[in-house]
């Protein structure tokens, strides 16, 4: 038997008075985020990293120097090949998919990328004093319209912003915003602004498309190269 939800008509009446309540309550489609993202396409870079002269040293030494660069930094020496988290912005770069979470006062980013995970609160904090600087950093959040605005700060400086090795230090503060440009498109803008390894602000902006039928996949950077030495502490006699 189909139950009865609303009966006679004050319940009717009463509903419809709440009803604009309740709607009033749900954020607007734009702002939902949520969802599984895959890069679609390359970065555009707005504007191009020009370097210090100590952070350009330090960017030529990963890349075999300028005479003959390589595609990417070095296995050698780069933080994420021994395990170290990658930080918000290399996560960025990478041709890997990100799930978004809302709750109602935070986002949460699930990276399929080292399984990383990352979290912005959209509560009107504001960052800690004093806090010890993190691989993610702190992230906070707010809307500007239908635009996600987000700033991190205390990213530990043992990070790539890039495959390519560009560094960067704890002064950093790493700019994002989000915005749906449809159902199923989203658009993200990034800034590094960091006054001690560059000369002036730079950033770019990438494209994802939503993936719904799509699930975050385990995919551990450091499994296999790591996984012969743990074998031969845990293997049974």
Known sequence: MRTQLIHGPFSLATALLFAPLLLAQAPPAS?????????????DFLAAPEMKPWAKERYE??????????EQGLDMMDPAQV?????????????RPFEIVHTPD?????????????LIYTDGRGHP?????????????????DTLVV????????????????????AMRYLERFRRLAPGSLEVNFTIDDPEAYTKPWG??????????????????CEDYMR??????????
């Open 151 to 170: 700033e991190s700060v205390g990213q530990r400086e043992e990070t790539w912003l890039d495959g390519l090795g560009s560094p960067h230090t704890e």
């Open 228 to 237: 012969e030495r743990l074998e031969r502490v845990i293997r049974r006699p």
């Open 106 to 118: 935070r986002i949460l980013i699930l990276y399929e990328f080292q399984h990383e995970r990352r």
């Open 129 to 145: 004093a004093g806090q010890k600087p993190t691989f993610m950093g702190h992230s906070t959040g707010r809307w500007d319209g």
């Open 31 to 43: 702002r939902d985020l949520s969802g599984l993202w895959t890069p679609r396409g390359r970065i």
């Open 83 to 95: 395990c170290y988290p990658t930080g918000p912005s290399r996560q960025l770069t990478l041709n």
């Open 204 to 221: 770019g902006k990438r494209l994802y498309e939503a993936k719904p039928d799509w699930l975050i996949m385990e995919q551990i950077n």
């Open 61 to 70: 030494a990963v890349r075999f120097g300028v005479a003959n660069p390589t």
